[in-house]
């Protein structure tokens, strides 16, 4: 024990001389971490010369960490019980709330593909949720009157962290209180972090006001060469729209596709006792006689339709079949329009006035038919399963149309913009859900010619939302009441409190404590990671 000083190490306790000047850094095959000091002198001085308010701060911290600590005793007792099978009651509020919340880390979290942003995000959300947690404690000690020894970062297996060292022996001479302070400022600052991570995706819209703007227009980030949409968007593209309804931000892009793909799930469940290729329910065009009777004949073979290269099979819909989906009829009704049928080229039909009432939007017409006496409505013929959809884009940010958005009052939305290529109208026949998280969407738009800083508001909301994960997970796991985290020493000081205990009674309690709260919260990490592994494969 060399020089038979200890200092406390928030995490673990070790020898170490009370006054370093020459600090030793580890390396091994499983540890290795890094030693400073330069940071001692400027957080003592600011922990004295603002010690009284800090002191009201940390101890609005103690609050905090401890009603955290009671919730998670909670939840380790219900996963005891669980493990155990002693209790098979209806809990759904806490079986909602477990496994994946334990410890603010959710297990969609686990199921991110593991690209290289991915693990950028999660390494500088781990340095700043791990600097405020130490940041607290240094803070909270210099607060006390302790100055630190250094400030260690270290790297254990695989897994990264930070402590704080001051001497241990000064620390126990400080009123319990007072070291409760220290102790729980760590879990403190960490929901601090969390609430700031919060406020800022909160006013992100705001802050970046004079260079975006957001949430009228949904911006391309990245179509993968995988995605079914490569070849008809790219990066910078605004999506107007899905099937008539007008997208606002990446969030409406999702729930319009789930709301498109449920009617169609509903307005197909009919066709599972039919063979033969349908339309795509009722979501039809006026097209006019002339380009009727200029269309190619359909080849109808082994009850499916054909048509050649760069045109598609439409069927004839009158408004009496409209609403036949309901009387039981529609036999009748698909036998009678294969009669019908046509081949067009479907990007010259989108563009005609809509008719039929499998459009999202037909619900507010109360006439399924607007089509005049020289058009009649057809609908796509598309094999069961498949669902047709209108996407709507603009193209504004190359060089042609950018000036033409300048100078035209009506921006981005000017009709002007599609004659001169910079937007139009396709077609996509599939899985719509497959379709629409295929890309990645920004409700983000530079004001300015497109370039990497529309990138910039992605990468900002992706840091502040993995940080407030991370950052919630550090306060979650150091509130357990586990070796070698700071739930064991806020535990040992809380017991301390019990007079009715005597002093060895209160050293078994805290083993037990311990020993049952590792083990517990050991079985409960492996059972949250192989539910997340099951649910992923």
Request: hydrophobic share 45%.
């Amino acid at each position: 024990m060399e020089g038979g000083r200890q200092t406390r190490r928030f995490g673990r306790r070790t020898l170490l001389p009370l006054h370093v000047r020459r600090l030793s850094h580890t390396v091994s095959c499983w540890y290795c971490d890094y030693k400073t000091s330069a940071f001692n002198e400027p957080l003592f001085r600011v922990g004295r010369r603002h010690a009284r308010l800090l002191r009201v701060w940390f101890s609005v911290g103690i609050g905090f960490s401890l009603t955290a600590m009671l919730g998670v005793y909670v939840i380790l007792l219900w996963e005891s019980a669980t493990l155990l099978h002693l209790y098979n009651g209806n809990a759904w509020w806490l079986s909602k709330l477990l496994p994946g919340s334990l410890f603010g880390i959710f297990p969609s979290v686990f199921g991110l593909s593991t690209t290289v942003a991915d693990v950028g995000y999660m390494c500088i959300s781990t340095i700043i949720s791990v600097s405020a947690h130490e940041f607290g404690h240094a803070l909270a000690a210099a607060s006390e009157g302790i100055q630190i020894e250094y400030i260690a970062v270290f790297v254990a297996v695989l897994f990264p962290g930070a402590l704080v060292a001051f001497n241990y022996e000064v620390l126990q001479a400080l009123p319990r209180f007072s070291t409760l302070r220290i102790y729980c400022a760590g879990i403190w600052h960490n929901a601090a972090c969390c609430a700031v991570c919060g406020l800022a995706l909160f006013l992100l819209p705001l802050i970046l006001y004079p260079f975006y703007i957001h949430g009228e227009i949904p911006m391309v980030l990245d179509v993968p060469s995988s995605s079914p949409l490569s070849g008809f968007l790219s990066s910078g593209d605004l999506v107007m729209s899905m099937d008539g309804i007008t997208i606002h931000n990446p969030q409406e892009w999702m729930e319009v596709a789930a709301h498109i793909h449920e009617q169609t799930l509903r307005n197909s469940n009919f066709s599972n006792s039919f063979h033969f290729t349908m339309a795509n329910g009722n979501k039809g065009y006026c097209v006019p006689s002339s380009l009727m009777e200029a269309s190619t004949d359909v080849l109808l073979t082994d009850d499916q339709s054909t048509c050649p290269n760069e045109f598609t099979a439409f069927t004839t819909l009158s408004c009496s079949n409209s609403s036949m989906l309901d009387d039981g009829s529609i036999a009748d009704k698909y036998q009678n329009s294969r009669e019908g049928m046509h081949c067009l080229i479907a990007k010259d039909i989108v563009k005609l006035r809509k008719c039929g009432d499998g459009w999202v939007k037909s619900a507010s017409n109360r006439s399924s038919c607007p089509c005049s006496e020289d058009d009649t409505c057809l609908i796509p013929v598309q094999i069961p399963g498949l669902i047709w959809v209108e996407i709507t884009y603009l193209r504004p940010y190359s060089s042609q149309c950018w000036k033409l958005a300048r100078n035209s009052f009506a921006g981005v939305k000017s009709p002007n913009f599609e004659e001169k290529g910079c937007g139009g109208t396709f077609v996509f026949v599939g899985d719509v859900l497959s379709m629409a998280l295929s890309i990645r969407l920004t409700a983000y738009r530079p004001r300015w010619l497109f370039s990497f800083v529309a990138y910039l508001p992605n990468v900002l909301e992706k840091i502040f939302a993995c940080t407030f994960h991370v950052s919630l997970a550090l306060a979650l796991l150091n509130s357990l009441p586990v070796y070698f985290l700071d739930g064991e020493s806020i535990l040992e000081v809380t017991i301390c409190y019990l007079r009715v205990l005597s002093p060895r009674m209160k050293g078994r309690v805290l083993r037990l404590c311990l020993l049952a709260g590792t083990l517990i919260s050991t079985f409960a990490l492996l059972r949250i990671f192989l539910l997340t592994i099951l649910s992923t494969g």
